[in-house]
């Protein structure tokens, strides 16, 4: 496509947007959103927010999904793009931080904006560079078998040293199953010639990140939950949370940038001090949060709950415990409950949605289970297991993060938990995910839950670590825009929020009332 | 009542008249490893063990500021304590100054949850099983203090403690960083870890060791972690081996942090 017809494109989509988009007053307040114009939106493919578009991004807008719309909120005002590192196609690949990072999905990418987007272009979007968007560099380009795991679960190739860089492990790695032929190839294979092993990750959503920096809380030289040393931001020597990445491998926005502009982009020279320094004045401004939904209608209003929608983002406080009855963790004040059953049927229909939500907050928030084996948060001293609710582990205010230091393995990676298709003469369904056999030495205590072998689609942390114990863990999320950007969990294994639901289930036995699973669904959806 | 009655009956006597012999006396030391039991009740689930036919009580679910922490279902657990005549809880007896720490091994056999009995309440847990009321269950934290310490002078001696047979964990943060602070203010000539591996000598007499590398391992672990957050001054490590006399014995897995000035 040409310069000229991608900008009128854009300016065509903007124009689209701009229908429904809620501005900001001049007060700071949000007005009510104007009748969603679906046509607008019904065609993904004009969704799409390629590199160097330079195209404004609007100081408030929305963006429709599954559930209603998403809506973005830039504190600062209109975003200009042109030339702006995070929009611009700085990789010799072609590819932007706003590539993986897409407006529509939340600044995250859906597993269906990444298929339509293969429709779209054939698959030669630079999305789909060898690089880390195939299941492995040296697969044939233009076959979608090729990009199996981006297209059908969204799922980044991180490729990382092994073993890890200046770190004692504590275990040894062997390939037990390598459905895309990476961790075993003589080049990217764990004994190849890059002595890499690649695990498959979705890209994390780029809103909401003065939360996910925040180190107000819990946060020390020595990590809360394990002793170890915490990492020190480079630029003031203070320690941080930890908390951005799935391996909390990079802990400052600079540090994840420029990493992705090196890994994801593959620039040829590092970003300047002052592209950092812009990328991060952006991600810090920028707010989002499910602002609609096609049957609750507007969600933040007047007199409606305090931390629902990207505005009440934008006002809330950082770095704050919220599993407690003074904060709380997603703030509703009951708002939506014992609703009047509506003088209209929509009205009606309206009001019975709004208080399913509360019922699936006051679940998330009250409903105690019994958390065993979990690495990480049964052994920080509250025992296992342990009789408490969602909350305890997704405690942070307004996010649902875990408060610092938040790797656990709740299961989603490491077997037996993992997703996995049945082992019979019957299934036809084939594993996707790699599967290592992890073998802790004997010298140490074993992992207290999985023993000294342990069977991971990904060890998360402790590719990173080295720790035996970090096997399968993974950094907590925060629970905002889940709607513009299935699938979930780190390796995309639930394919939807009912999925999500049902995984926490299975995994801890809790023995949801399936009324319990449709509010949950609807409570997560309008976050 | 037939004689096979009153046989068994008397057997039955018998067999209480000798638990209740074996039962230790209030002030009594005891050790031993067992594994845990959670009990659920219609608030928090309290924590039991078993030993030679008799119930402990061990603590409550609270949150991470209780100085006695649950242990680990899937290990066993060694319990040290003062056996007390204080009133059961959770139908377990009281100990005092009791210590927990989960055995490092799984153990499958450590699997008993107890549904809630009307007969247990838990009305003294200073935190619901939800969320908390805004604060820590243990304000400050046992051990811990909200008061500015003054001035470190002369030597300076800190002792950490260790689960069995493991290095730093989550009970240690605070401490790690309580040396730092203070080694920032003395600004020390010297460092010097000593490692001790902990030895427990039970109730039967059993002596329980850690693993043989265990003082070095947790010394090395101890001294690399004060050096990479900033105490680079010249060090020294060493490691011991304890001996046990089954009193107070989880004082002997510890790491012994000296500064110098």
């Known amino acids: ?527 | 009542m037939n004689l096979i009655s009153k046989t068994f009956m008397s057997l039955a006597v018998a067999s209480v008249a000798n638990t209740l012999l074996a039962a230790p006396a209030p002030g009594e030391r005891i050790s031993f490893v067992s594994c845990p039991i959670v009990r659920d009740t219609a608030t928090v689930p309290c924590w039991l063990s078993e030993y030679e036919g008799d119930s402990y009580y061990l603590t409550i679910q609270s949150d991470v500021s209780a100085s006695v922490q649950p242990p680990l279902l899937g290990h066993q657990v060694l319990v040290e304590g003062i056996v007390t005549d204080a009133p059961a809880i959770c139908g377990g007896i009281v100990l005092d100054e009791v210590r927990l720490t989960a055995m490092p091994e799984l153990d499958a056999n450590c699997n008993t949850m107890l549904p809630a009995d009307d007969r247990y309440i838990i009305d003294f847990n200073p935190r619901p099983p939800g969320p908390s009321a805004g604060r820590l269950a243990f304000d400050p934290p046992p051990g811990g203090s909200k008061e500015e310490p003054p001035p470190p002078e002369g030597p300076q001696e800190f002792d950490i403690y260790f689960d069995f047979d493991k290095g730093i964990s989550f009970r240690h943060p605070r401490l790690l960083s309580e040396i730092l602070t203070i080694a920032e203010k003395l600004q020390p000539s010297r460092l010097v870890v000593t490692g001790v591996r902990g030895a427990h000598l039970l109730s039967d007499g059993t002596l329980l060791r850690e693993a043989p590398n265990t003082g070095r391992r947790r010394a090395e672990e101890v001294a690399g972690l004060l050096r990479d957050a900033g105490i680079a001054v010249q060090g020294e490590v060493n490691w011991i081996d304890a001996v046990a006399d089954g009193v107070d014995d989880w004082q002997s897995r510890r790491v012994t942090v000296r500064l110098l000035p």
């Open chain 1, 1 to 527: 496509m040409s310069k000229l017809k991608t900008k009128l494109v854009a300016w065509q989509r903007l124009l689209c947007f701009l229908i429904t988009v809620m501005v900001s007053s001049i007060d700071g307040t949000l007005a009510v959103a104007q009748p969603v114009q679906e046509e607008a939106f019904s065609d993904r493919s004009l969704l799409w927010w390629s590199p160097g578009e330079d195209r404004p991004l609007p100081a408030y807008i929305e963006y429709e999904n599954e559930y209603g719309r998403t809506g973005l909120l830039n504190t600062s005002g209109v975003i200009e793009t042109d030339g702006h590192p995070f929009f611009e196609a700085l990789g010799t690949n072609g590819r932007g931080c706003v590539t993986c990072h897409q407006p529509a999905d939340a600044m995250s990418i859906s597993a269906a904006t990444i298929q339509q987007r293969w429709q779209d272009t054939n698959g030669t979007d630079p999305l789909f560079a060898p690089v880390d968007g195939m299941d492995c560099p040296n697969k044939p380009a233009g076959d979608p078998v090729s990009h199996s795991l981006l297209l059908s679960r969204g799922l980044i190739r991180v490729a990382l040293p092994w073993p890890p860089v200046d770190v004692e492990t504590e275990f040894d790695l062997e390939v037990v199953r390598d459905p895309t032929g990476c961790n075993t190839d003589p080049v990217y294979g764990i004994e190849g010639e890059k002595q890499q092993v690649s695990v498959y990750r979705r890209p994390r959503p780029a809103i909401n990140l003065r939360y996910v920096a925040s180190s107000r809380f819990g946060v020390s030289p020595f990590i809360g939950k394990t002793g170890q040393l915490a990492a020190v931001d480079p630029e003031t020597g203070r320690p941080l949370n930890m908390n951005m990445m799935a391996d909390a491998r990079d802990s400052t926005l600079k540090q994840q940038a420029q990493n992705a502009a090196l890994g994801h982009l593959e620039v040829d020279t590092p970003l300047s001090d002052d592209q950092l320094d812009a990328i991060q004045e952006f991600e810090l401004q920028l707010y989002g949060a499910q602002a609609w939904d096609f049957t609750g209608g507007p969600l933040s209003v007047d007199g409606g709950p305090s931390g629902i929608g990207p505005q009440a983002m934008a006002d809330g406080s950082d770095g704050v415990l919220g599993n407690n009855t003074t904060r709380f963790v997603f703030p509703m004040e009951n708002k939506w409950a014992d609703l009047p059953e509506g003088a209209t049927e929509n009205e009606a229909t309206r009001n019975a949605f709004l208080e399913s939500v509360q019922r699936g907050h006051d679940n998330f928030f009250y409903r105690t289970f019994w958390i065993k084996d979990a690495m990480h948060i049964n052994t920080v001293g509250l025992g296992n297991p342990i009789k408490r609710t969602c909350a305890t582990c997704h405690g942070m205010h307004m996010t649902g993060m875990d408060t610092a230091n938040g790797w656990m393995d709740l299961g989603t990676t490491n077997l037996p938990w993992a997703l996995e298709p049945p082992e019979s003469p019957w299934a036809e369904e084939e594993p996707v995910m790699p599967l290592f056999k992890i073998t802790c030495r004997d010298d140490l205590p074993p992992h207290p839950f999985l023993g000294r072998t342990i069977y991971t689609q990904d060890p998360g942390r402790a590719l990173i670590s080295g720790k035996c114990e970090d096997v399968g863990t993974i950094v907590i999320q925060q629970f905002r825009g889940l709607s513009a950007r299935a699938p979930y969990f780190s390796n995309g294994s639930a394919a939807n929020l009912r999925e999500l639901v049902d995984f926490y289930d299975r995994r801890f036995n809790i023995r949801y009332t399936e009324q319990e699973k449709v509010d949950l669904v609807n409570f997560l959806s309008i976050l």
